[in-house]
């Protein structure tokens, strides 16, 4: 009987609700905001819901996440009947002409209140506003001295006009890495930025972590232009960015003292990028951001008998080339234990859409459909990619083409050892030779 009235209870509630709530509607406001969660345990913490240009969005916020909804003006009655009153009791929405507020007790006592609005009440920004700005992570006012050097935002903060497109593509490449690092627990960060050129990003990196995350970071660029590299450390310098360092040399032969947690490859052409991505493999680092380009060495190799028509006409050939060499790249991470994503980005140089390639390791390795599907596409377009060769060198693959050339190379280069040498000795020289053998 206790259960009867209590669903009865919460049906009259219901009912009560749903004339309030559409008198609400009917006011089509701009903002409606539900809080006051009846457990603090539940999984919803509160509910704001937007008005968009013929729609609403719902915005569904947890402990730790936001999930959005767009929802139709028929069901806004219904979707929050959704949530009120099992698991919210209070409501506040806002019209252009008036505030509206619902509050149930514990009891089940419904209160309503509507509150014309004057001319010069305090109210929130209407939601349009939104819709007509968009909130970046970069925000136009915040005087971001980079962003002044490089002349997309003047001296008092905002943008220049014709740097729009710019500043949408920074905040783009910055929103693409805050989705990896936004939950990230840790207070300190090391990262690499292999082939970083001018360094505009770097520095836009770097003042994201410190004074947007408050991350501590010790951040490297490594470029081979001795001039750019003379520039970029004293850029770092006048900024006070004194966790940034600049250093001249080579990708592949790059050592750190200590493991990168973060690696970043934004200009790194052609198989740089496979050595840079080869590194962050071995350092196990935590996040790989990398926009690959002029990718040559899939196209030299590309040939095959079954699918030759993918290679007769040449601005196919090098786009199949360039497209091959990025899939493999995803899915050698992939089996290495990365969690991959190829993404569409525009980079600062008014070039083509570039993929970027996001990766965050999450430990789930050894996939071995991934290598699979690697070494099938090798065969078919007799194929050799850096990061393959590099991998494998390094004891890191277990698939069967794999591991049948492996066991060739060794047997190969034990028949060249010398007689005398202890297996210590000849198994050190094999090491080093399949690692020239990936180079090649």
């Known amino acids: 009987m206790e259960n009867n009235r209590n669903q009865t209870d919460l049906e009259k509630i219901k009912t009560i609700l749903a004339g309030y709530l559409q008198e609400i509607m009917d006011a089509r406001p701009y903002k409606l905001v539900i809080s006051k969660p009846v457990s603090k345990g539940q999984e ?3 509910i704001n819901i937007l008005l968009k240009k013929g729609y609403y ?7 730790t996440q936001v999930f959005h909804e767009n929802l139709a003006f028929s069901r806004g009655v219904s979707r929050c009947i959704d949530f009120m009153p099992e698991e919210f009791l209070q409501m506040n929405a806002w019209s252009e002409t008036c505030e509206f507020s619902i509050l149930i007790s514990r009891k089940g006592k419904v209160s309503w209140k509507k509150k014309n609005l004057q ?3 305090t109210k ?3 939601q349009m506003e939104h819709n007509r700005k968009k909130q970046y992570i970069l925000a136009e006012g915040e005087i971001i001295p980079p962003l002044v050097d490089m002349g997309i935002f003047t001296k008092d903060g905002r943008v220049a006009a014709s740097m729009q497109d710019k500043f949408r593509q920074i905040n783009r490449f910055v929103e693409i890495v805050d989705d990896a690092v936004k939950n990230l627990d840790r207070d300190c960060l090391k990262i690499v930025d292999f082939g970083c ?3 505009y990003l770097t520095f836009i990196l770097y003042y994201y972590f410190t004074q947007i995350r408050h991350i501590k970071v010790d951040m490297t660029g490594l470029d081979l232009k001795e001039t750019v590299i003379d520039n970029c450390n004293r850029a770092a310098e006048k900024y006070g960015y004194t966790g940034l360092h600049f250093e001249m040399g080579d990708i592949n032969g790059y050592k750190s003292e200590k493991p990168a947690d973060m690696v970043i490859t934004l200009h790194a052409c052609d198989t740089a990028t496979d050595y840079a991505l080869f590194h962050a493999i071995c350092w196990k680092a935590g996040m790989i951001f990398s926009v690959p380009c002029c990718q040559h060495e899939l196209n030299k190799q590309f040939s095959s008998d079954n699918l030759s028509l993918l290679g007769r006409y040449g601005i196919v050939k090098e786009r199949t080339a360039a497209l091959m060499t990025d899939a493999i790249r995803a899915n ?4 290495c234990g990365y969690k991959t994503q190829l993404m569409e980005f525009v980079d600062l140089e008014n070039t083509p859409k570039n993929l970027l390639i996001r990766a965050v390791r999450h430990d789930a390795s050894g996939k071995e459909q991934y290598l699979e599907e690697v070494e099938n596409l090798m065969r078919e377009f007799h194929f050799s990619p850096t990061l ?3 991998l494998e060198a390094e004891g890191m693959l277990c698939g069967r083409s794999s591991r049948m050339r492996r066991r060739s190379q060794i047997e190969s280069l034990n028949s060249e050892t010398v007689d005398g040498e202890t297996e210590f000795q000849k198994q050190e020289m094999v090491h080093s ?3 020239d053998c990936a180079k090649e």
Do not use: F, H, I, M
């Open 44 to 46: 919803n913490k509160k």
């Open 332 to 335: 050698l991470l992939e089996y």
């Open 388 to 390: 393959y060769r590099l």
């Open 119 to 121: 001319e010069n009440s």
């Open 124 to 126: 929130p920004q209407a």
């Open 433 to 435: 030779k399949l690692q």
């Open 197 to 199: 050129g001018k360094s």
């Open 57 to 63: 969005q719902v915005e569904r916020y947890t402990k």
